[in-house]
């Protein structure tokens, strides 16, 4: 399912228009973004919790060249099923 599939999905199960549930969704999606960017978590109770990892700066290596490089720190989303979500998926057809 990608993005337009869910707008549709939204627009049939409410009975708005497709340009509304878009709105919506980008609403949706934009306030959990700036909640992220802010370094605050997103709980959305029995579908899962958005947060935010911080990651060391490392070393690595070049696939190409085999040289030695350093990776910065940088900061990640992360994202925990809720224990509704993970029971939901967990079941078999």
Not at 15 to 41: D, F, M, R, W
Not at 45 to 68: H, L, N, S, Y
Request: proline share 4%; net charge positive.
């Amino acid at each position: 399912m990608n993005k337009t599939d869910l707008v549709g999905r939204i627009a049939k199960d409410t009975a708005i228009p497709k340009s509304t549930a878009l709105n919506v969704l980008n609403s949706t999606l934009g306030s959990i973004t700036e909640a992220l960017k802010k370094g605050q978590s997103v709980t959305l109770v029995g579908f899962g919790t958005f947060t935010i990892a911080e990651r060391k700066a490392r070393k690595g290596r070049d696939p190409q060249t085999k040289k030695e490089i350093r990776i910065p720190a940088k900061r990640v989303p992360k994202f925990r099923a809720g224990k509704a979500l993970r029971a939901v998926v967990a079941k078999k057809h």
